[in-house]
């Protein structure tokens, strides 16, 4: 994958409305010509956290995080540059050229030799259902079509069939001249305990391809076809392009509908969603079979914060609906809860039903608030103590998550009026002390700027970035070497550089500082502050400028002193009166 050329990211920054994208992560106000909200990178209960739409930045007074559109996304969503700019072009419709640098990073070499052995893999699999004779692959298309899988939905979603061979993928990607070691890091094969060699991990089992929001292979899920003792499922090990918890499956062909639609619906299991899918349901993605992580959660946020959860209705189905429940609350999502016939999944369900019984099933979606109050109530009774002071212990350790102060009152009052409990006592329940923790955010912190600079120079920094003119006129009487070394020169250096481009902006040249993020939150938190503090700009530039140029003649004074040179000493001492 090539590098990101510069107009490309600066292409980016520009569309990419930094309002609408972090609003999609936290709930912000109007605040003057500026919003606010409670910072997403530490707790706290007074909004410190800044968005300034004219600059197209965000700062958060509280604990020192700031900069453009990409660093919020970078740090929100734990991205590295490349892939938070790959994410906001993806959502605001600029294209990237694959077509510059190559990044020869051993691992990333890896990763590339492995997306594409999984594309061999996913290809062989795919053509031996297609076209096979065996009677295991015959089986398995019986199978797939009495599910109500045709032919449109197997190449749709790539799905494959894997022989009952010891062999027979490792033969064929050896004739493509994959080595067996680069198959075992790609999870496909599997060493010999007793013996040396190797061996296909899938074997007589039906393929279901997991693709990234890219759509590239990254692992399998098979399922067996013989009723033998072992695993219905099993899936590809973790790779260095697999990690369990970060995929959904389907997401990369639904991506767009869900966003069309601003609703993602959740199932458990591949045919879960393959199903509703092939009749319409085009909203859809599968967990794969677990609860909701929070990787996944932020991966369905960048296109929706509303969710509907569709689980098995089995205790273990059910089970991971509550577990789920407390991380989409805290990640800021709209949450609701579809419970269908017992013993039904998505899948049985249309086929015993039909398609128009599952979308009312949709519609009549339960709040999270009723079904988990529901599933309590089944659990511990409400006909004791006990059993009470249990369902409002956890209903509050849901409710204290919710983002919305508004939503999290009217919650409590309803959980308050149910079982006839004062609103104070209940707000007991969901003190910090208290409640249970979940440390989805990192402890408060400031940001700490390295190395040492003085009020003078920082003073000049916000000059330079509320006009770049001013950095022409401090270019006629300072150099670099007159501001402090390390931290803050880099910084003057940079924006020095990059202020005669066209395409200067305050976001833009945050662009410049992305691998420096406390450079970021220095910039942003001038750039945030009302002018005003600057009072008369042209006195203060003058100022500034005298203050470093004396700092500077002082410090010549000093030297020349400890060497004995009059003459000099004079002539600086001259230099600092005037």
């Known amino acids: 994958m090539g590098l990101i050329p510069n107009e490309i990211i600066n ?4 569309r990419s409305d930094i309002v609408a994208v972090i609003g ?25 956290f800044s968005v300034n739409p004219d600059k197209q930045i965000f700062h958060c007074f509280g604990c020192g995080v700031g900069g453009n559109v990409v660093a919020f996304v970078m740090r929100q969503e734990h991205l590295e540059f490349p892939q938070a700019v790959r994410l906001l072009a993806e959502q605001c419709g600029v294209t990237i050229p694959e077509d510059g640098g190559e990044v020869d990073s051993p691992s990333r070499k890896l990763r590339d030799e492995i997306y594409k052995i999984n594309e061999l893999a996913a290809g062989y699999f795919h053509e031996l259902l297609l076209t096979s004779r065996d009677k295991a692959a015959e089986a398995a298309r019986e ?26 993928l490792k033969k064929f990607l050896n004739k493509k001249g994959i080595s067996e ?3 075992e890091q790609a999870g496909l094969a599997i060493a010999r305990e007793k013996k040396d060699g190797f061996y296909d991990r899938f074997r007589n089992r039906i393929i279901f391809p997991i693709f990234d929001i890219q759509s590239r292979p990254v692992a399998f899920g098979a399922r067996a076809m013989a009723n033998e003792e072992g695993a219905k499922y099993i899936n590809s090990p973790e790779t260095p392009v697999y990690t369990k918890g970060r995929h959904l499956f389907g997401l990369n062909l639904t991506k767009t509908a869900v966003g069309k639609m601003d609703q993602a619906i959740v199932v458990e299991g591949y045919m879960d969603m393959i199903m509703p899918f092939v009749h319409g349901v085009e909203n859809i993605a599968a967990s794969q079979g677990t609860a909701l992580t929070v990787e996944q959660i932020r991966l369905i946020r960048r296109y929706t914060p509303n ?35 017992a013993g039904k999944d998505p899948d049985s369900f249309i086929r015993a039903y039909g398609i128009d019984d599952f979308r009312r099933r949709l519609e009549d979606a339960q709040s999270l608030f009723d079904f988990k109050l529901g599933w309590l109530t089944a659990q511990f009774g409400d006909t004791t103590i006990e059993g009470r002071s249990k369902i409002c212990q956890q209903m509050m350790a849901t409710i204290s998550r919710t983002r919305d102060e508004v939503a999290k009152f009217e919650l409590t009052r309803a959980l308050s009026e149910k079982f006839k409990i004062p609103l104070e006592v209940l707000g007991k329940l969901s003190d910090d002390k208290t409640r249970p923790q979940l440390s989805l955010k990192p402890a408060p912190q400031t940001m700490r700027l390295p190395g040492s600079f003085n009020r003078a120079e920082e003073i000049l920094l916000a000059l330079f970035l509320s006009d770049p003119q001013w950095v022409g006129q401090a270019r006629e009487t300072l150099i670099l070497e007159d501001f402090s070394a390390g931290f803050m020169r880099d910084i003057i250096r940079q924006l020095w550089e990059f202020s005669g481009h066209e395409e200067w902006s305050p976001a833009a040249f945050l662009a410049v500082l992305n691998d420096h993020p406390p450079a970021q939150a220095l910039v942003s938190k001038l750039l945030s502050q009302d002018e005003a503090w600057l009072g008369d700009k042209a006195v203060a530039f003058k100022d500034c400028v005298s203050k ?30 005037r």
């Open 24 to 48: 999609r992560y936290v709930q912000l106000k109007k605040a003057g010509r500026n919003f606010k909200a409670l910072c997403p990178f530490h707790h706290e209960k007074s909004p410190s």
């Open 307 to 341: 969710v509907v959860m569709l689980f098995d209705t089995d205790p273990a189905g059910q089970n991971a609906i509550i577990r789920s429940l407390d991380l989409l609350v805290e990640e800021g999502m709209n949450v609701r809860v579809v419970t269908l016939s």
């Open 11 to 14: 292409a980016v920054i520009d």
């Open 143 to 168: 199978y797939l079509k009495g599910r109500g899988v045709n032919l449109e939905t197997v190449r749709k979603f790539q799905i494959g069939f894997a022989a009952d061979e010891w062999d027979g």
């Open 548 to 577: 470093l140029k004396g700092k500077v003649l002082k410090a010549e004074l000093e030297e020349h002193k400890r060497s004995g040179d009059l003459e000099s000493v004079n002539r600086i001492i001259k230099q600092i009166k």
């Open 181 to 183: 070691q680069l198959m």
